[in-house]
C-alpha cells in the first residue's frame, strides 16, 4: 500500500540473509547450509526471584547454543527488557562466525534475561544471576559453553555465575565464565579487549586504503565499554572525534572532543548531551556527520536502506553487533565506503575471553603486555585473511568475512560427519 511503512528486518533475517549469501559465494552443500541456520540448543527458562519489597517476580530467561563443530560454545549474557529469543538466535550464530573468523576453537552461543535491570537493586540483580545460573547450569561449563559479560552485565555479573556454578559443583571453576574481576582469575586487558581489536583493524584498514590517521576525523555512536575506549584509543593516536552519542542523543564538535572529559561529564549527568562546547544531535544526525571513520558501537540496525545512503564516512567499523542490514550493507558497499564488519571489527573481546579461558584452565596469569600482543597478532591475521579473501574473489569485507567464517565452520561440521 501506498505510504505503508516498511518493516523493520529482524537481527535473526539479517543473519539468515548473511548466511545465504556467504552460501551461495561458496557453492556450500544445502544441506550443511540448513544445519547452520538452525541453533543447535534453544533454551527457554522461567527465573523467579523475590524483590526487595518481598514480592515474586517471574522473568525469563534465553540461552542459544549455535554451534560447537569448532569448540566449546561461547557467548555473552545480556539483560535487557527488550530481549527476544530471535535476537539472541541471531547473537549466538555471529559468535560462530566471529570465533571462526580470528580462529579462535569456540563455537557460538548468547544468553540473556528479559529485564531491566536499571529497575534492579544489586541484590536483586545478584538473585537474578543465580537463579538463572542455576536454570542453565546443566548445559554450561568449561568445555561445554562458557559465557561472558555482554549487555548491562558486568565482571560483578560473571563473578556471581562462577560463584554459583562452584558452589553447586563443590570446588572453584573459575574457567567456567570469562570476563571475571581481575582477582577473580579475570584477564589483563578483558575491560578495553573489544576496543582494543577494533583499533587494530582500523590501523591495518588504513594501511591498505592508503589512509593518513592522524588529525582523521571518528565520529562514535554509543560511549559505553566499547565506544568509549575506542575514543580514548584513537584520540591518544593523535585523530579527531568529532561526535559522540549515547542512547540519550549526542553531541558535535568540529574541532574536536575530549573523551576523557566527555567521559567524565557522562558519569556525572547521566549522558553525553549538553557538553561545553557542543552541539547537542541526534543519534541519526551523529551516523550522517561527514567523517573519515564511523563507529557504530550502540546496538542493532542502526544503519538501514532509510539513512545508509547519507553515511557520509570514509570507513566504518562496525563496534556493536549487526549494526547494519544487508541491503544498507550493499548500498555502502556500491558507494564505496569501506566497512570492517562487526563479525571481526569487534572479534577483540570474545579474543582475549579466549585468552583468560585458556589462562584459567592452565591457572596462569599473563601480563597485559603479553594479552595486548597476542591480541594484536590475531587480529591483524584475521583483517588479513578477510582482505585477501575480498581481493580474491573481488567482493567486499562483510561478505568475505562471513565466506571466511561460514567456510571454517563448514568443514569442520562436514569432517566430524552426522551422528548419530
Request: proline share 5%; charged share 25%; net charge neutral.
Amino acid at each position: 500500500m501506498k505510504g505503508e511503512m516498511k518493516r523493520e528486518i529482524s537481527p535473526l533475517e539479517v543473519a539468515i540473509q548473511q548466511l545465504d549469501i556467504a552460501a551461495e559465494m561458496l557453492n556450500l552443500e544445502p544441506g550443511i547450509c540448513m544445519v547452520l541456520k538452525k541453533p543447535k540448543r534453544s533454551l527457554i527458562v522461567s527465573v523467579p526471584i523475590k524483590r526487595d519489597n518481598g514480592e515474586i517476580e517471574v522473568y525469563t530467561g534465553f540461552r542459544v547454543q549455535h554451534n560447537d563443530a569448532r569448540g566449546p560454545y561461547k557467548g555473552g549474557i545480556r539483560y535487557h527488557p527488550d530481549i527476544t529469543l530471535e535476537e539472541v538466535t541471531a547473537l549466538a550464530m555471529w559468535m560462530t562466525w566471529k570465533c571462526a573468523v580470528v580462529e579462535i576453537p569456540y563455537g557460538g552461543a548468547k544468553g540473556g534475561v528479559k529485564c531491566n535491570p536499571k529497575e534492579l537493586s544489586m541484590n536483586e540483580l545478584e538473585r537474578l544471576t543465580r537463579r538463572y545460573t542455576t536454570m542453565i547450569l546443566n548445559i554450561i561449563g568449561p568445555y561445554q559453553d562458557v559465557p561472558a559479560p555482554d549487555v548491562y552485565t558486568d565482571a560483578q555479573t560473571m563473578a556471581w555465575i562462577m560463584d554459583t556454578y562452584s558452589q553447586i559443583k563443590g570446588y572453584m571453576v573459575p574457567e567456567v565464565v570469562t570476563g571475571k574481576p581481575l582477582y577473580l582469575e579475570g584477564s589483563e586487558g578483558r575491560e578495553a579487549a573489544t576496543a582494543r581489536g577494533l583499533v587494530y583493524c582500523v590501523n591495518e584498514a588504513a594501511k591498505y586504503l592508503g589512509m593518513r590517521l592522524k588529525g582523521a576525523t571518528v565520529a562514535v555512536q554509543g560511549f559505553g565499554k566499547v565506544g568509549w575506549n575506542a575514543a580514548r584509543f584513537l584520540y591518544n593516536q593523535g585523530l579527531k572525534i568529532i561526535g559522540v552519542s549515547d542512547s540519550k542523543g549526542g553531541v558535535y564538535n568540529p574541532d574536536g572532543i575530549n573523551p576523557y572529559k566527555l567521559r567524565k561529564h557522562k558519569l556525572e549527568t547521566g549522558s553525553v548531551i549538553d557538553f561545553e562546547g557542543c552541539k547537542n544531535i541526534t543519534n541519526k544526525e551523529l551516523l550522517e556527520l561527514e567523517c573519515d571513520i564511523l563507529i557504530p558501537a550502540a546496538i542493532e540496525n542502526q544503519i538501514t536502506e532509510r539513512n545508509a545512503d547519507n553515511i557520509n564516512a570514509k570507513m566504518v567499523a562496525e563496534g556493536a553487533n549487526g549494526p547494519t542490514t544487508p541491503e544498507a550493507s550493499r548500498i555502502l558497499t556500491e558507494r564505496g565506503i569501506f566497512v570492517i564488519p562487526d563479525i571481526l571489527a569487534n572479534a577483540g573481546g570474545v579474543t582475549v575471553s579466549y585468552f583468560e579461558w585458556v589462562q584459567n584452565l592452565h591457572r596462569e596469569h599473563w601480563s597485559e603486555e603479553e594479552v595486548n600482543r597476542k591480541l594484536k597478532a590475531k587480529m591483524v591475521k584475521g583483517f588479513r585473511d578477510v582482505y585477501n579473501m575480498a581481493r580474491k574473489h573481488e567482493t567486499d569485507m562483510r561478505t568475505s568475512a562471513l565466506m571466511l567464517a561460514v567456510d571454517r565452520v563448514a568443514k569442520a561440521l562436514i569432517s566430524l560427519g552426522l551422528w548419530p
